[in-house]
């Protein structure tokens, strides 16, 4: 499992837009996303190189 810092996740559109762009991009991804921490847990088969770009192309760059 993956876990990325975003800190541009500010609310429930952003949950929202997080969660479709990671399952947009590996269907079967477990995504665990907490506003208060503003973090995003994924299990997916995809490398983490991935999601970071799918996070990015979505609008929420992870924190490096």
Not at 2 to 11: A, M, R
Not at 32 to 61: D, H, I, M, N, W
Request: net charge negative.
């Amino acid at each position: 499992m993956y876990e990325f810092k975003l800190p541009d996740l500010s609310c429930g559109h952003c949950l929202a837009a997080v969660t479709e762009a990671l399952k947009g991009a590996d269907a079967q991804a477990d995504v665990q996303v907490s506003l208060e921490q503003k973090t995003v847990k994924v299990q997916s088969r995809l490398e983490r190189g991935q999601l970071a770009e799918v996070l990015t192309e979505a609008g929420y760059p992870p924190a490096a």
